[in-house]
């Protein structure tokens, strides 16, 4: 057998973009003017076209037990690319040769059926991913265990929260004896408890002689688990190597810092999503370096589609290597139909010098519908005076440098 069990040949994916179609939907009014005009026309005129390229002549090869990362911003093509290995997607241009038996985790309760129990579904999406019957019996007892719903076991999944869907998914996954194992972001749903398991589940995989691939933001999560990287922009592929310096690179290219970011409307249709952020220092004017030991602010503009009577927004700040650091949210609350804005004051925390990544989601229930993350960063810059109070502030180790009242007694 050859020493290859990934190999993608040139891989390139256009997508059509028609531009009287919004989300989903085409308007009838559009479809009614097209017909008008190609009927005058003699069926020359055509509806107006974009095309996207969401892979960009993508070539690489990946060894037999190779854990490869694939890493890259929001639209890098991360996710076109798993889907093209899982045989969901066909590309426009170029191939793929895979060897062996692949196993996918794409979307939270791929393959799931919501009317029926976790039992039920265990049998239906081991089948679906090529398991036979008695393989899964098998098997029965160790992905009941893993994914912890032992409880829940004959309860229907859509009762399910979406942590015991990715935990069952990911469960049933793991323990199929696939050569090949294909992992998007769903990971990040599960609480850390789960995800240190599965990281760990991974890593066993790999170390077993099979290949992983696996798509993350977390940078600390893939260099944990990788041993080597792929990093794509704009469908294109900047760099591959170990991880270590793949890592490095993204890092690098992040470091280009700005203080206002448009967000894009979301394909899909979501009852609400993030337009615009922008990032503030004490005085009010934009900036993305931030003097240490100062307040600042980010400044959220968002749309809301449809009545919320439970709303609520949330900020995070994360390293950019994924590690959070914290997160502040409004109080839930009705809102109607428009357009928002919120505005988040960071002037009780003081944060060690270097660069920083923006986290923005909006809520129901606890629900999330709309998530913006790996868009918006910031650099704490060292703005030390030279005195010592300032010195000991700026260097201490840590993330966090608030300071703290500290007394000593004698014995």
């Not at 985790?105 to 008695?134: C, K, Q, W, Y």
């Not at 790999?206 to 922009?233: K, P, W, Y």
């Not at 993030?274 to 004490?282: F, H, L, M, P, T």
């Not at 988040?344 to 660069?355: H, K, N, Q, R, V």
Request: aromatic letters at 8%; hydrophobic letters at 40%; glycine letters at 8%.
């Amino acid at each position: 057998m050859s020493s290859i069990a990934v190999r993608a040949e040139h891989l390139t994916k256009q997508y059509v973009l028609r531009r009287q179609q919004i989300g989903n939907y085409t308007a009838l009014r559009d479809v009614l003017m097209d017909k008008a005009k190609s009927f005058f026309t003699n069926g020359l005129s055509k509806p107006a076209r974009e095309t996207l390229l969401a892979l960009d002549d993508v070539s690489f090869s990946i060894p037999w037990g190779e854990r490869v990362g694939i890493i890259g911003k929001n639209g890098a093509g991360k996710s076109t690319l798993l889907k093209i290995l899982s045989r969901i997607v066909t590309p426009t241009a170029g191939r793929v040769t895979l060897k062996g038996r692949v196993a996918s985790l794409l979307e939270v309760g791929t393959g799931f059926h919501p009317e029926l129990t976790g039992r039920e579904n265990i049998f239906l999406n081991g089948a679906v991913l090529g398991m036979s019957r008695d393989e899964i019996r098998n098997k029965f007892d160790d992905i009941v265990a893993f994914a912890e719903i032992e409880r829940f076991l004959d309860t229907p999944v859509k009762r399910y929260s979406s942590g015991m869907y990715v935990r069952l998914a990911f469960s049933v996954v793991a323990h199929l004896e696939a050569d090949i194992l294909l992992v998007d972001e769903v990971l990040a749903v599960g609480d850390a408890a789960f995800q240190k398991k599965s990281l760990g589940r991974m890593r066993e995989v790999g170390g077993e002689g099979r290949t992983v691939l696996f798509v993350s933001h977390n940078m600390d999560a893939v260099q944990r688990l990788c041993n080597r990287g792929i990093l794509l922009a704009k469908g294109k592929q900047v760099a591959t190597g170990t991880i270590d310096n793949v890592v490095r690179t993204y890092l690098e290219a992040s470091d280009r810092s700005q203080a206002e970011y448009c967000v894009g409307t979301p394909e899909e249709a979501v009852p609400g999503y993030v337009q615009a952020i922008r990032i503030e220092s004490d005085d009010g004017i934009a900036s993305a370096e931030i003097p240490s030991c100062k307040p600042f602010a980010v400044n959220v503009r968002f749309q809301i589609n449809q009545a919320l009577e439970h709303f609520i927004v949330a900020a995070g700040i994360v390293t950019m290597m994924g590690q959070p650091v914290r997160t502040v949210w409004s109080k839930a609350r009705p809102l109607e139909l428009g357009q928002y804005k919120a505005l988040f004051s960071f002037d009780d925390i003081y944060l060690a010098c270097g660069m920083y990544k923006l986290v923005i989601g909006l809520s129901e229930y606890e629900r999330s519908f709309h998530y913006v993350d790996d868009v918006a960063s910031f650099e704490i810059l060292d703005a030390t005076d030279g005195s010592a109070d300032a010195r000991i502030v700026n260097y201490r180790s840590g993330l966090i440098l608030n300071q703290c009242r500290v007394e000593i007694f004698p014995q």
